[in-house]
């Protein structure tokens, strides 16, 4: 009888002591002092020592093709970027905290990198993410989806054959290497195959791969660059049916008036009504075609 009452007395100390633990996320930020407006999380790069540089890496992968405008050598890509870097003065440990070992909270509530997108024309339309997740490292990590309408040069010589390469240039604004370094976290053949596995929608296009060049800058003064190439191929399946297809036939017809006699009016009249026809075919091909001032496609100047 003793026995078992000690048991339980022992079984309710157990009790209040899980009571004590700190198992909520709110414990974690209350033992970090994270609060809203703590100067220390929000105003400056969060290192203890200045010299040190803030490692950022960052990945980016290809939802889908929204858009490729030629004639405004616009490019509007849907891509999920993630980054990460190292804040120095978190760090907890989860064995005192019921094994927490990561925790979202609101992005403006830390330090930022100011990462952003040489070829980048407009500001990104949907909303960002709202949370960032930390964990006991101290590593922070965002997630973010962005529709990037971006600039690219395009090259529409072999239309409808032509395959685009467009660039994606990030780099931070303001901070040199001193303040931060860039680095891309996973390599070309990743980046392509993730891509793939992701791809929602491509358009008119069909995606061939993602090549990412590290550039390290060459002085103490420079930036790094991290450039993504994406390179796609245009599905010309529609174009070879809606206009290769007749041209072809307006040829043979204008072909088959030398089997017509010369005797007679016939022959004229017959040329006229397809030089004709081609005339108002040239008509719709000019909505059609992607127009750019430097070069006609191959196919607009042979019809
Ligand atoms: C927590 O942050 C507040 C506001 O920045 C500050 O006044 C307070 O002293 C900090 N507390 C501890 C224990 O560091
Ligand atoms: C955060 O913690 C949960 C639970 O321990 C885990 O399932 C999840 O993978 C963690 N997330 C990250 C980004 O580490
Ligand atoms: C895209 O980036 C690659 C590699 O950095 C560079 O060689 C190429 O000239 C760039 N293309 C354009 C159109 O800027
Ligand atoms: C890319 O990374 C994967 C896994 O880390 C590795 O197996 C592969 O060989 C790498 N590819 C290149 C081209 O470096
Ligand atoms: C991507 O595709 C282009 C064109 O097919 C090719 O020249 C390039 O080497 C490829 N890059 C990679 C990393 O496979
Ligand atoms: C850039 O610098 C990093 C170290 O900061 C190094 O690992 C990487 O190989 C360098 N890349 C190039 C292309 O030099």
Redesign the pocket.
Known sequence: MMFIQILFLLFLSDEAYSEKMLCSYQDVLNYLNLTRNNELYTMTRPVKNYRHPTDVSLEVLLYAILDVVEKDQKFIPYVWTVTKWQNEYISWNPNQFCGIDNVSLPTEMLWKPDLTIEEMTERDRAPPSPYITINYKGDVEVQNDQVLVSTCRMHIYQFPFDIQRCNLTFKSAVHTIKDLRLHPS?????ATEWSRDLMRTQYEWLFINMTINSINASDSFGQDFVVYTITMKRKPILYIVNFLLPVLFFLCLDLSSFLISDSGGEKLSFKVTVLLAITVLQLILNEILPSSSNRIPLIGKSS
Do not use: F, G, Q
């Open positions: 996973d390599n070309s053949s990743e």
